[in-house]
């Protein structure tokens, strides 16, 4: 099993549908009660547990959803209000050592529940026209809406996948 890639990388090509994008959003909805019945039992020390050697804590990695799906809502917000926005990157690394990535979990999993039930509503709204709206990343370059949905649901299932596959082996 690759450790860092537990589900493989993102790499859809085929046709977004709206089953296809239905799908995802199901995904991107479920997640947060997924997240916490991955994590529900795990102690302080096991929290501190990085997935791998090199990555990121259980507790690392759970921050990090709130801290990526929050820019993502931003994102989506962007592309849907201006003419295909440049948006800006962040120093994920960095922010997964700055000192709220140390905080209790729960403070992450509650604003990641909030968040994507938000996240969920407008996504559940959007037209064939606004699923075809971009943003410009800086290193990815244009991405439309509707693929995006698919990377974050994407995103959501490999972060769970690391935490998944760690309490597995570890037998927690």
């Avoid at 089953?19 to 991955?38: G, S, T, Y």
């Avoid at 991405?143 to 082996?169: D, K, M, P, Q, V």
């Amino acid at each position: 099993m690759d450790l860092k890639y537990p589900i493989g990388k993102f790499d859809f090509e085929g046709e977004i549908t709206p089953i296809i994008v239905n799908e995802w959003i199901d995904e991107i909805e479920a997640l947060p009660a997924f997240v916490r019945k991955a994590v529900q039992k795990l102690k302080a020390e096991q929290l501190d547990t990085p997935y791998r050697e090199g990555g990121w804590t259980v507790r690392q990695v759970v921050h990090h959803l709130a801290d990526s799906h929050m820019n993502s809502l931003f994102r989506f917000k962007l592309a849907l209000t201006e003419e295909n926005p440049i948006i800006r990157p962040y120093e994920q690394a960095k922010w997964a050592e700055l000192s709220d990535s140390k905080m209790p979990i729960d403070v992450s999993l509650t604003l990641l529940e909030a968040l994507h039930e938000r996240w969920v509503h407008l996504l559940r709204t959007l037209t064939p026209a606004d699923l075809e709206k971009t943003f410009i990343h800086p290193e990815s370059g244009e991405i439309s809406l509707g693929s995006n949905i698919g990377r974050y649901a994407w995103h959501g299932n490999h972060h769970l996948a690391h935490i998944t596959s760690l309490c597995e082996r570890m037998g927690w």
